[in-house]
């Protein structure tokens, strides 16, 4: 141990002019990023200087504020195979480092530095904040990484205490209150923004996305003004949109240019009336968050004063994105075994399942408001069956449907009627549709209503054929709305479940997440199928990451009284040098500021003793209780840091997060990509990449009581959570978010696995700073990780090859699903009279005869003279009549590649290979598991093609063989 501050040290450095002020600012501002005071321009030689060779970035340091000409040097090994990657503000500056200077010669083994050219605003140099990122890669090892703030200016400071007059953490809490006239237009952490205090329709405030200072305020009454207005914005700035208190937003409203959306032509009962959003200039539309009331309608029956509440997180371009904080957990069980009914969970209000009518099994549906997620049946009075706002709604809310009746002249009727309720007139794109199964539900053939409105809303009309059963509860859940977003089958936002497709790993219970979208709306994010014992038994996934990331920052303790912000600087000077040798720069007195860079693994190591830290003799501003309490606070906090860093550190999680030497991230992303360019070359298909779809498959294909589940909870939420901070496919006019996905062709996607895993790892670090200077987060976590009854509590850090294979399948499963479309049809013969697709056929031309003027005509079927493969064509029964059944009706499927020369004596078709079926259907290691009922559904990507058929008669034909003549 070194020899410890002594007081007079103490005193006086808080004696010097200025600097009790400034220590007390930056205690109370406490962020782990915060820029050091060091003024004016320092030279090369002194930077050079800075760092220890163990850092990746010998300079600039961290927080040091620099003006003038400027360079980086980067510390590597002295190895020809080494190579490195620089990124300044996101923009790739590594040819700035010079060949000459690349290959600059140092002894064998050791580490040489390598300076940088002159950079400037070309290189994105920008006045204020600055990130720099670097990684060196090094055949063999672990890729080395490092990542820092700085401030710079093109003119010296000359005794300015900073670039910018305000500056905010990394991660800050972020809300637009709503139009209130004469308040703030939002709100950064503690501080109101811009007094909203126009006349007209509308106000825009317009932040630099950098610093978040204000740049303008202005006022509109009219679309078309607004709309140029916004035109003009670069995306370097951060724009806030709100109609004013008791106004509507003007018609023709059109925000696309900040990545809203252009209603002028939108109905108008979903046309915004009261609106805001949050966006940026030169974004994509669609990309921004909104929140907006519509007309009151019986299907949409509530109004919420729109409002944003979030955190600004910066991402990989150092910019501000904002994310919402709300979200909501959902739990749907049904037939769950606790009460004897099904039951539907949102957060801690509990539903049931209402009486079953007529004594049978059937289906339920809740309904719900996707702004506040309230039945859209009730109100928060008496006066309503289904009251909202109680902990529990015993059997009052939605709609029971007898369809398992043993009555035709009842199941019938109700399945029409749900159908009807499904997507008629009624249903609103701003509704959650959540529907499960009560008892038995189905004894009779579904009829064609309820079997396509299942099917508009992206499950399998034809699964609902497998559910019959007089006998067995089969279950059947599904979570949707008549937003076109979730009608996308396999690839939507719809989410389904039924106990048929056990081999899939489902049973009819879903728990997970409920995430605002871009529209504020409510929207399935991570879920899980599992089941209601495994829940009962602590088993199931947790879900609580990414909440927690989300939520509003906590203020630091020690910030409440001139006594503990006395206290905490001077514990935190001492306790800085003793753990570092010889530290420098003005933040010495925040020990905070040291919880995230390269220094924070010795403090997260550093055990505060106490005893050896005494009332000083001389204190100065703080009591013995208040020194008291500024030990145990920050014992407290280096406890879980060190307990956290051993979580989300490169021992465990970061480790996995890093592109460099992961077995899931990286190899998630070149398995996509290296099957897309060994089986998907034929295809142009633009693909999504969106690590929550691959990360749901991931977890719905796990075997659930394995060892490898929890991990993969967290390793997960840690995929999604990195995602969701970066846009990680390089897209400098997409905002980060829950909703993003990369946009690439799939044969482009091997050439991109390492950029797309290289910026999840950096948006990673961006989470994970979010993390480390924020107390309510750090608290959290660091207490949940070392309670070993917790879920977060991990037994071993070892990562099972079956889970890099899960989420490896899961890649190449959602890939493979988007591009499909572009390879395989459907043939479709629906409600025809048989029972096989040899039985039908069509008209082939034989012959024509002059004298009579007649042609024949011969019923031939493309199929009957062929073998077609089991695993590509199914048969379903089907009715075409809504209250009786007959059997004699089918739908018949056959897939295949594009047929050739329909209509002609040479019509042919390739149906897909054993090896493709077995990858789409089978259960092996690797295979995708789908069931050929999901791709055959009508809510499948895959599109209907008729045929293959001779001619041009529409007509199809049964009597194979038989003739006609036809003038």
Known sequence: MREKLTDDIWSRMTAA???????????????????????????????????????????????????????????????????????????????AFTLKRRKSSAPNGRTRTVQSDALTAHDGMRTGRNLLTARVLMAGKAPKREQLYFEWSQQPLLGATSVSAVQYPPAVGFVVPGPTKGGPVVKIGADGIQTSNCDSALQVLVLDRSELTQKDYQCFDESASLKTYLAARSNAELVVVTTMEGRTAPAGLNTSAIGGNDYSA?????????????????????????????????????????????????????????????????????????????????NDQVYTNPHQSYGAGGFWLLTLDRFGLQPIDSNWSGGSVCVYGGKLNDGTCGQFYPTGSNDTSVAYPAMTALATALTGANQSPRNLLVLTTVGTPLVYLPNKELGQAVAQLGASEYVLQKVISESVQNTYTLISSSDDDFSQGLTGKAIFSTSVYSQQKQTGYVRGLLRRD????????????????????????????EPLLWSQPVAWPLTDTPGHIAAYQQLSYQVINNVLTNPSGDHLYDVRYYYFGSQATKFGEYKLDKNEYPYPANANGFSQAEWTDALGQIGTELGYLGQVQS????????????????????????AAGDLAETELSASQAQVRVDTSAILNLAISGLE???????????????????????????????????????????????????????????????????????????????????DTSSPWYQTSKTISPNLVAAFDTAAKKSTYLQALPTLIYKDAWLYQQATSPSQVGSWKLMECNNKTGKCEYKCTSYYATRSIPANVTRTYGTLNDSTTGDNTIHDLYVLSQPIKSQGSDYVSQVYPSDALMTLLTGSGPGDFNLSLDSLLSSSSLLKNQAGPVYSNVASACYNIGGTKFVP
């Open 17 to 95: 002019p200025g600097n009790r002020s400034r220590l007390r600012m930056y205690a109370l501002a406490s962020f782990c990023l915060a820029m050091s005071s060091t003024v004016g321009f320092a030279a090369d030689s002194q930077l050079a200087a800075k760092k220890s060779k163990d850092s990746v970035i010998a300079a600039p340091t961290a927080g040091q504020r620099l003006s003038g000409k400027m360079h980086v040097w980067i510390n590597i090994p002295d190895d020809q195979s080494t190579r490195f990657e620089v990124k300044l503000n996101g923009k790739d500056i590594s040819d």
């Open 266 to 346: 939108t109905p108008a009962t979903l046309s915004p009336s009261g609106y805001m959003i949050i966006g940026a200039g030169q974004t994509k539309a669609g990309q921004a968050t909104e929140n907006y009331y519509v007309e009151t309608t019986a299907a949409a029956p509530f109004q919420y004063a729109p409002y944003l509440t979030g955190i600004l997180l910066h991402d990989n371009n150092n910019y501000y994105a904002f994310h919402p904080s709300e979200m909501a957990t959902f739990t749907v069980s049904p037939n769950d075994p606790s009460r004897s009914k099904s039951v539907v969970q949102i």
């Open 518 to 545: 871009r529209k504020s709306l409510f929207s399935p994010g991570t879920y899980a199928h599992e089941s209601a014992e495994q829940v009962a038994q602590g088993k199931g996934r947790v879900f609580e990451l």
């Open 647 to 670: 979580f989300l550190g490169p021992d465990w999680v970061g480790g996995i997060m890093s592109a460099g030497t992961t077995p899931m991230v990286l190899s998630m992303f070149q």
């Open 704 to 786: 659930l009581l394995g060892d490898f589940y929890d991990p993969a909870s967290v390793l997960g939420d840690a995929l999604t959570l990195a995602s969701q901070t970066s846009a990680f496919g390089d897209d400098s006019q997409s905002l980060p978010g829950a909703e993003y996905a990369a946009i690439a062709e799939a044969t482009a996607l091997a050439g991109k696995a390492e950029t797309f895993a290289v910026n999840v790892e950096n948006g990673y670090n961006m989470m994970v700073q979010a993390i480390y200077c924020d107390w309510g987060k750090l608290s959290y976590i660091g207490q949940q990780v070392a």
